[in-house]
């Protein structure tokens, strides 16, 4: 069993930067992948960014030059580093760990960009 815990989340201008943290607790060895995802009010959850256990990422066009996913190994946390955030990213993001054959989810964390 893995447990997802979302932190960062917030409101915050458009144009600013937030990071979030999804940190990974129990059996979290085997993670092939991790994934953060969003859903808007009225939308389908979509993927934004992932990385795998080998270091690969990969990005949406939405969010492509602007949100940056990176982990700490140590600490057992994979990042989303968010810039130049846009109203339009406004969601509940959700972090998801791939651990054959199991899919993982955390609570998710509130983003709002609002002035």
């Known amino acids: 069993q893995v447990q997802l815990v979302e932190s960062g989340g917030g409101l915050v201008q458009p144009g600013g930067s937030l990071r979030l943290s999804c940190k990974a607790s129990g059996t979290t060895f085997s993670i092939s992948a991790v994934s953060w995802h969003r859903q808007a009010p009225g939308k389908e959850r979509e993927q934004v960014a992932l990385i795998t256990s080998g270091g690969n990422t990969g990005y949406a066009d939405s969010v492509k030059g602007r949100f940056t996913i990176s982990r700490d190994n140590a600490k057992n946390t994979v990042y989303l580093q968010m810039n130049s955030l846009k109203p339009e990213d406004t969601a509940v993001y959700y972090c998801?760990?791939?651990?054959?054959?199991?899919?993982?989810w955390g609570q998710g964390t509130q983003v709002t960009v609002s002035s």
């Open positions: 998801n760990a791939v651990q054959l054959p199991r899919v993982y």
